[in-house]
């Protein structure tokens, strides 16, 4: 089987140390496998979208050395995909246009079982009915079994926001299957999504990709690290160092680096050392 693994940064600023190691993660372990390495934009959100942050993010990239195998795709321009796959759910009477405000939802723990609008609103969203006792269970290849119930701990989640955007959970689970995406590995950040992916692949007839989620790497206050703090912008000069501290909080024997080598040449050094089951499970603080 051909082994296909990608990277799928939101622009929502430059890449930082945190997004190094989902890239570098993700990346080894394709390549590893002799697999593909794809790039994808994840830009469904537009309101939260940096001008300028794509091109930023894809520059630093080729300045670390990933190349992407075949075209860069970008979420904005696969709205269609997400309509028909929406159409699709609607048919089988899984998915359902949902009045309910924030604020509706406040009595049932912000979890919609059902629901309780008081009025109609001209802009509502769609969900996904999710079904009483609806448990999901996946390996991960680092964490083992995983098991969530959805009803319970999500409910039934939004699909198409009432702002028109479309969902994360839906657009992944449509690009993974659309790019052929046999291995998902990313932050551990996102483990707690994937039981809904898994659900709208098992309804939408879509191949389920492996899982690992990688050590989320914390900030000084403990929280998921997102801002380049503390850290330089990546550049050629530093782009090995970048390297080789995602290396480590990725668990891996250190690379032996003479003489300030190419980063390609590092990576591939890197590629040839990787051990998936050195890849610690805890966080990280940076
Ligand atoms: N776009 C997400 C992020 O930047 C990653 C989504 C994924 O890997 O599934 O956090």
Redesign the pocket.
Known sequence: MHISG?????P?GPLHAG?VV?ALGSYVHAKRAGGTWRVRI?DVDRTREIPGAASQQLEQLGVLGFHADGDIVRQSDRGHLYQDALNALIAQDRAFECHCSRTDLIAQGGIHRHCVAGQRRPDPAWRLRVPAQCTIQFEDVLRGSQSQRVDECVGDFVLKRSDGHWA?QLA?VID?AAQQITE?V??A??LD?TAR?RLLQQYLSLPTPTYLHLPLLLDDEGKKYSKSLNSEAITAVNATRHLQQAWQILGQEAVPDDAQLPVEIWLQRAIDRFEVHRIPTDSVQA
């Open positions: 990608r990277f799928a940064p939101s929502t997004s989902a994840e994360y992944v993974d998902v990313r932050g950040d996102l999504s992916q």
